[in-house]
């Protein structure tokens, strides 16, 4: 069956250059579609495509609001496209709701200048559809999922919103890889998720075992029911803004959560503020990093701050690097929270990084955590600035600054040990210290151009 297909896709495509198959359209077209104009030539986008061949390049130019459910399938090279300084919307008209908007085996697909709404998922691309493009255009308004992609599909979003959805946001599954944001002055936005409805959870952006990659733009997730963004495997390599203009992930549930052995990088400038709960939490081997930014001004880092038990909490065998971050303003007095909890996991904190004015710990090690220390400053947490329990041990590398800790600089129970540099910092209750090198571990910190 593969090869009738593909001997089929090559007579057609023969028939077309020779003009054998004069009875099915095989020239590239280019149409207009006014959905305000039932009288007109093409009254809808499907009326159109009902009279394009599948191997394209065509160019369908919409005006007006298209209320209809549209379906591309194992199309290639076609844009759908608003009239030039206008916006054309596709809105779903089934009942009970479908997709408003499908693309299923296709490629080289763009969509440009619309906002697709309504529909039980308003757009789902699927079927390893490749090379699909979504820019400048607002997806918003569903019953279930925003915009849905699978099945091992490729997509790039451009300078668009996925908003006010009743369940996720946006949803990337099953090897599936979406790009958003190639140029430095779009943001992607991804707001108002998540409070009602049937599909994948109520996350901003939710991630299962694929790769969604910000490339040099900026992005807002804010204000969704559920996590900004969750993630059940996967990666996520976010390269973020500047320090007059950063990444954003705040008002949601929680900022960041991970699990089943996730891994998400930000590079540059990030604000992760006021998230319910925790910023960031990393579980079942998860792993988090932070980056600092490409110039040398010192001012493009991730500040975490807002949130109440801890701004990083990392558990389960996870880890965490945090590179340049600033952590303040987290945790509580009654839970036991306060800047970054490890559990049974590892941190790496420094190249000017501050743990600071945190009510609680400012870092607070637990059955077995690991913590490694240097060029960091703890100061201004309500308790101690770094407290080890429960096996935990701590290496500590100078440059580092305790200060104004209201239960000690360093304290450790019976059964923690502190080394390196440990024994240099002031205020420190600890007495398992070894003798352990005090020459700092090496560590590659390289930045984003």
């Known amino acids: 069956m593969p090869t009738l297909r593909f001997r089929t896709a090559q007579?057609?495509?023969?028939?077309?250059?020779?003009?054998?198959?004069?009875?099915?359209?095989?020239?590239?077209?280019?149409?207009?579609?006014?959905?305000?104009?039932?009288?007109?030539?093409?009254?809808?986008?499907?009326?159109?495509?009902n009279t394009l061949d599948l191997l394209g390049p065509h160019v369908i130019t919409v005006r007006g609001v298209c209320h209809e459910?549209?379906?591309i399938a194992q199309r290639d090279r076609l844009t759908i496209q608003s009239f030039p300084g206008h916006v054309a919307t596709?809105?779903?008209?089934?009942?009970?709701?479908?997709?408003?908007?499908?693309?299923?085996?296709?490629?080289?697909?763009?969509?440009?200048?619309?906002?697709?709404?309504?529909?039980?998922?308003?757009?789902?691309?699927?079927?390893?559809s490749s090379a699909v493009t979504l820019q400048n255009s607002v997806v918003q308004n569903s019953l279930g999922d925003g915009l849905d992609m699978d099945m091992q599909s490729e997509m790039l979003m451009q300078n668009s919103a996925i908003r006010n959805n009743s369940a996720t946001g946006l949803?990337?599954?099953?090897a599936s890889h979406l790009t958003?944001?190639?140029?430095?002055?779009?943001?992607?936005?991804?707001?108002?998720?998540?409070?009602?409805?049937?599909?994948?959870?109520?996350?901003?952006?939710?991630?299962?075992?694929?790769?969604?990659?910000l490339n040099f733009g900026v992005i807002t997730i804010d204000g969704n029911a559920g996590p900004g963004i969750s993630m059940d495997g996967g990666r996520l390599q976010f390269y973020?803004?500047?320090?007059?203009?950063?990444?954003?992930?705040?008002?949601?549930?929680?900022?960041?959560?991970?699990?089943?052995?996730?891994?998400?990088?930000?590079?540059?400038a990030y604000v992760i503020r006021n998230n319910g709960s925790v910023g960031i939490s990393a579980t079942g081997?998860?792993?988090?990093?932070?980056?600092?930014?490409?110039?040398?001004?010192?001012?493009?880092?991730?500040?975490?701050?807002?949130?109440?038990?801890?701004?990083?909490?990392?558990?389960?065998?996870?880890?965490?690097?945090?590179?340049?971050?600033?952590?303040?303003?987290?945790?509580?007095?009654?839970?036991?929270?306060?800047?970054?909890?490890?559990?049974?996991?590892?941190?790496?904190?420094g190249a000017g990084a501050s743990v600071s004015n945190n009510t609680g710990a400012?870092?607070?090690?637990?059955?077995?955590?690991?913590?490694?220390?240097?060029?960091?400053?703890?100061?201004n947490n309500t308790e101690q600035g770094v407290l080890e329990t429960n096996l935990s041990g701590g290496g500590f590398y100078q440059p580092l600054t305790f200060s104004h800790n209201g239960g000690g600089s360093l304290v450790c129970d019976d059964f923690s040990v502190a080394f390196g540099d440990a024994a240099s910092i002031s205020g420190i209750d600890c007495k398992n210290i070894t003798s352990a090198s005090k020459q700092r571990p090496s560590f590659k910190i390289p930045k984003a151009h």
């Not at 955590?369 to 100061?379: A, E, H, P, W």
Request: proline fraction near 3%; charge should be negative.
């Open 11 to 49: 007579l057609f495509f023969l028939s077309c250059t020779l003009g054998l198959m004069s009875s099915l359209p095989c020239s590239a077209a280019n149409v207009e579609v006014d959905c305000s104009n039932q009288n007109g030539p093409f009254p809808s986008i499907t009326a159109a495509l």
């Open 69 to 71: 459910n549209v379906t």
């Open 90 to 128: 596709i809105e779903n008209a089934a009942s009970p709701a479908g997709i408003t908007l499908l693309v299923a085996g296709s490629h080289n697909i763009t969509l440009s200048g619309l906002v697709v709404q309504g529909g039980a998922i308003a757009l789902y691309v699927t079927a390893a």
């Open 171 to 174: 949803f990337v599954a099953d």
């Open 180 to 213: 958003m944001a190639t140029y430095p002055t779009q943001r992607i936005r991804i707001s108002g998720n998540g409070f009602g409805g049937n599909g994948n959870g109520n996350s901003g952006l939710a991630i299962d075992g694929s790769l969604v990659q």
């Open 240 to 268: 973020g803004g500047t320090h007059d203009a950063p990444g954003v992930i705040e008002n949601n549930n929680v900022g960041l959560t991970m699990t089943d052995a996730a891994s998400a990088t930000l590079w540059n």
């Open 285 to 349: 081997s998860s792993s988090v990093t932070f980056y600092p930014g490409a110039d040398d001004s010192g001012q493009e880092n991730v500040s975490i701050s807002g949130h109440s038990f801890a701004g990083v909490d990392i558990s389960q065998s996870s880890s965490a690097t945090l590179y340049g971050a600033q952590i303040f303003r987290n945790g509580s007095s009654n839970n036991g929270g306060g800047g970054i909890t490890v559990s049974g996991s590892s941190l790496t904190i």
């Open 362 to 379: 400012g870092i607070l090690m637990s059955v077995k955590g690991d913590l490694t220390m240097f060029d960091t400053t703890v100061s």
